[in-house]
């Protein structure tokens, strides 16, 4: 699973620098380098955002803006959920929470590939 970012989308993203376990009612649990869709701004303090399909309310401190390069009309840009390491020559070797830009799909005899440039 990745996170897909669209071409044109106003939304805005931030990206968890802390652990938030909550234990509150409406208030959204994430964990470190987790991307999240911020929903609206609930106070100086406060935001409300959505993660897969949780929605709730943490605090800014836990995060820090995302800055998401600009992409073309069309054009597919994606963040790692989860570490990638491989020996293998030609591999995109990447971190949780690193976007890369969509290139071209490769179909595999089992698998459906994708490759990507590290934004």
């Given at each position: 699973m990745i996170y897909h970012f669209i071409a044109g989308s106003m939304?805005?993203?931030?990206?968890?620098?802390?652990?938030f376990p909550s234990t509150e009612v409406g208030d959204l649990s994430f964990h470190v380098d987790?991307?999240?869709?911020?929903?609206y701004d609930v106070d100086d303090n406060w935001l409300c955002?959505?993660?897969n399909s949780s929605v709730g309310n943490f605090p800014k401190n836990f995060v820090t803006?995302?800055?998401?390069?600009?992409?073309?009309?069309?054009?597919?840009?994606f963040a790692a959920i989860m570490d990638f390491y491989s020996d293998v020559t030609g591999d995109l070797c990447f971190r949780r929470g690193e976007c890369c830009y969509y290139s071209l799909v490769i179909k595999g005899c089992c698998l459906l590939w994708h490759q990507v440039v590290l934004a």
């Open positions: 939304a805005r993203y931030v990206r968890a620098i802390f652990d987790d991307i999240i869709q911020v929903v955002g959505k993660l803006p995302l800055d998401l390069p600009e992409i073309g009309q069309g054009q597919k840009l």
